[in-house]
């Protein structure tokens, strides 16, 4: 019976990370999307570490389907908001803070791309850093309807999750304690975050 007990003082930690761990990785990924400072790939790497460790079954299909459900909603939520700011005489703060974050230089790259590209941009933008907001605003300038730029969306959203989750995977294999890996692949998603603004400094 000893076996049962050990057994079941192993389980409670994982129950209870999955009854917390789950809901707050949704608010938090949702919540960085719709304020852009909250490094939501970080997050989701960190997860799929914890979950890569896990003996539940389906523990990294959860974070791919929560993170990936948060991504999707709060980018239509804040797509949403920027409609309704350029359509208001005197905008909108979300609409502001959308044009602080796509420099003129970017912006004019994304309108670019995406009339000659159409959704595709839009997917790419989900992968590429500092991407997603000059993209979403190009789009609202563009004036797609929510419904066009939801069914972009969903794909970029979708394969947003699984680049990170993939990433947060390959940190957790390399070691025996998930802390370890949380550690690596937190500093592989700030290099990769970091990486396209370091070359445009250099060039």
Not at 34 to 53: C, E, K, M, N, Y
Not at 128 to 146: D, F, K, S, T
Not at 155 to 166: H, I, R
Request: positive net charge; charged residues 15%.
């Amino acid at each position: 019976m000893r076996w049962l007990a050990d057994a079941s003082t192993a389980v409670a930690p994982e129950s209870a990370q999955r009854a917390i761990g789950y809901p707050m990785l949704f608010l938090l990924v949702c919540l960085g999307a719709l304020v852009p400072v909250v490094p939501t790939g970080a997050l989701v790497s960190s997860a799929a570490v914890v979950g890569f460790h896990q003996t539940a079954p389906f523990s990294l299909a959860l974070v791919f389907v929560t993170a990936s459900s948060a991504a999707f909603l709060g980018d239509v939520a804040l797509y949403w908001l920027g409609r309704r700011g350029m359509g208001s005489k005197n905008g909108s703060r979300w609409l502001a803070a959308i044009r602080s974050r796509a420099p003129e230089e970017r912006l004019a790259q994304a309108r670019g791309k995406l009339a000659e590209h159409g959704v595709a941009v839009l997917v790419l933008s989900r992968l590429v850093p500092a991407g997603r907001i000059p993209v979403m605003l190009a789009c609202l300038m563009a004036e797609w309807p929510l419904r066009r730029f939801a069914r972009g969306n969903l794909p970029a959203c979708l394969a947003w999750a699984v680049t990170y989750q993939v990433i947060g995977i390959l940190g957790g294999s390399l070691f025996e304690e998930p802390w370890e890996g949380v550690v690596v692949a937190v500093a592989l998603t700030v290099v990769i975050s970091a990486a396209p603004g370091v070359v445009r400094r250099f060039r």
